[in-house]
Nanobody, 125 residues
Framework: QVQLVESGGGLVQAGGSLRLSCAAS????????MAWFRQAPGKEREFAAG????????YYTDSVKGRFTLSRDNAKNTVYLQMNSLKPEDTAVYYC??????????????????WGQGTQVTVSS
């Protein structure tokens, strides 16, 4: 099993920045990909960004490209999501997810068996 613990959410004004962290513990050697999903009220959970744990290659949904940066610290088993130029539409609960698939970085939530508890990000206008 893998445990994921997120931190770093909060309230920020539009145009501001936040950095989310996700620390993995347990059977971390089984992780091939990690990602951030987000879920706004009344909406489905959507893929925001993902990273191949071995290669470091990153993937982003179009709406966050150029504003969000996903990185990893292998020694700490931690991934970071730097979010800049935040917009009110970025408001959501952000979830860290981990996958053991060797097929790459899944873009669907169904591809991730491991989830954190979620952290609220609120962007005021």
């Amino acid at each position: 099993q893998v445990q994921l613990v997120e931190s770093g959410g909060g309230l920020v004004q539009a145009g501001g920045s936040l950095r989310l962290s996700c620390a993995a513990s347990g059977r971390t050697f089984s992780l091939y990909a990690m990602a951030w999903f987000r879920q706004a009220p009344g909406k489905e959970r959507e893929f925001a960004a993902g990273i191949n744990w071995n290669s470091g290659r990153t993937y982003y949904t179009d709406s966050v490209k150029g504003r969000f940066t996903l990185s990893r610290d292998n020694a700490k088993n931690t991934v970071y999501l730097q979010m800049n130029s935040l917009k009110p539409e970025d408001t959501a609960v952000y979830y860290c997810a981990g996958s053991g698939t060797i097929l790459g970085v899944p873009f669907s939530a169904a591809g991730y068996p491991y989830w954190g508890q979620g952290t609220q990000v609120t962007v005021s206008s």
